[in-house]
């Protein structure tokens, strides 16, 4: 009797169930096993070894591999928050533009520290306390800040413009041979492009609340937190942005390894701000390294999970049928396969890492320019992935006070329809051998 229908159906229920089990708070560390557990079961292979042989072995390679990467980059943006250094670089991009740019402020300064490596969490914790002054000064309703924040920091400057030391840009280099700097010409059209129109849509969306006569109301937190920023005292800013132009020109025009890059930032930060860790260095370096472990276990396992998918007898028909979806086009596949497992998983990187993992050398097999599968691949994973249970999304719906009726309609156009769109301009481009 075929079992093709049940092995099928039991990897697209595992995917909801991980997706419903994410929404509703639960961790990673419980979903992924029993959803691997799930998918062994109706694939009829035996759990406990799919556990132990399969499951574990992925995600301790994918953890063994990735380690230095997350761990660097989460110090390195511990570092510039406690040091008040992201703080100085987002005041300074803030006052220099003015509230009469509000949208385009708030978009910049998130685009400078994501691009210059700092973790796009600690971001939107330091970006909000003076994107929440500069929308006061600006009169411009609360609820469209996330979608400003979202553009800077979990969009182009993450994945398009080659150079970035952000997870989503280094991990097809290990999978296609690629450097950061990728497809460069094809990642700027393309980063510009999403720029562009997110800045056009966000402006547009400002001028309607403005007709609809919205105002800012703030919380009591949001004026405890402008209170406290007024007589802040912050590094100097152009000492602020040192770090994260070593890191990037390191990696864009020596092209040293992306850690050794992220590790020069870290001891040039400590060296440059030392005065200002010296009474929590200790804390400030933990703080971090417990941050990095979150953020690479939740994608290993999900890695893990995808192994165990492999696996499966019925992987191959999946992968026939998104070709036949995808009408032979390689960067279509891989455009297809990476949204749905970064919109399943809601993460960039953990969707990234499943698809590469599982799918790389059927892509490379396709004759395809590897930097040009390195950029589509990075550019793809950031579309889907803002869904509403990504965790990215719902920590910046907290830090800003909002809630998802309140915000969600623009961070999904911005980060969903846009960037989705940037993708699809890429495999045009891509396509017409621009690289």
């Known amino acids: 009797m075929d079992n093709t229908p049940v092995m099928i159906f039991g990897i697209i229920f595992a995917f909801v169930l991980l997706a419903y089990m994410c929404m509703k708070g639960w961790s990673v560390f419980i979903s992924a096993p029993i959803c691997a557990i799930i998918v062994s079961i109706t694939s009829g292979m035996n759990p406990l070894t799919s556990i132990t042989d399969t499951f574990l072995s992925g995600t301790g390679n994918y953890l063994a591999q990735w380690f230095g990467l997350f761990m660097l980059g989460a110090l390195f943006g511990k570092i510039m928050e406690a040091s008040g250094a992201a703080a100085s670089i987002a005041r300074s991009v803030t006052e220099l533009i003015g509230p009469q740019n509000a949208v385009l402020a708030v978009i910049l300064a998130t685009s400078v520290m994501t691009y210059g490596g700092i973790s796009l969490f600690v971001v939107v ?38 150079g970035s030391p952000q997870n989503q840009n280094i991990i097809p280099t290990n999978y296609f041979g690629t450097d950061p700097t990728a497809a460069p010409v094809l990642g700027c059209i393309v980063a510009i492009y999403i720029l562009v129109v997110s800045v056009l849509y966000m402006n547009h969306r400002a001028n309607q609340a403005r007709k609809n006569q919205e105002h800012f109301v703030a919380s009591e937190k949001d004026l405890a937190i402008m209170e406290s920023t007024k007589n802040m005292s912050l590094p100097n800013a152009w000492l602020s942005i040192l770090p994260l132009l070593v890191v990037v020109c390191t990696i864009i025009f020596v092209k040293w390894n992306t850690m050794v890059c992220l590790l020069l930032g870290v001891l040039l930060a400590t060296l440059l701000f030392f005065p200002r860790l010296k009474g929590c260095m200790r804390e400030t370096f933990n703080q971090g390294a417990a941050n990095s472990m979150t953020a690479i276990m939740n994608t290993s396992l999900t890695v893990g999970m995808g192994n165990v998918i492999q696996a499966s007898a019925a992987f191959t028909i999946i992968c026939n049928a998104i070709d036949t979806l995808s009408s032979g086009n390689g960067l279509i596949y891989e455009f297809i396969s990476v949204n749905i497992l970064a919109g399943v998983t809601g993460s960039a990187s953990g969707g990234l890492s499943i698809a590469l993992e599982t799918l790389s050398e059927r892509l490379l097999a396709t004759g395809l320019n590897p930097e040009i599968l390195h950029r589509v691949a990075s550019i793809s994973a950031n579309g889907l992935d803002s869904m509403p249970w990504c965790g990215a999304v719902m920590t910046m719906f907290a830090v800003c006070g909002v809630t998802h009726k309140d915000s969600y309609r623009d961070v999904a156009v911005v980060n969903i329809a846009i960037t989705a769109s940037g993708a699809i301009l890429a495999i045009i481009l891509g396509s017409m051998g621009v690289c």
Request: aromatic letters at 16%; one cysteine or more.
């Open 125 to 162: 914790f330091v970006v909000y306390p003076f994107a929440v002054d500069l929308f006061k000064e600006a009169d411009l309703p609360k609820r469209l800040l996330p979608g400003c924040i979202a553009t800077g920091a979990f969009s182009y400057t993450a994945m398009a413009i080659p």
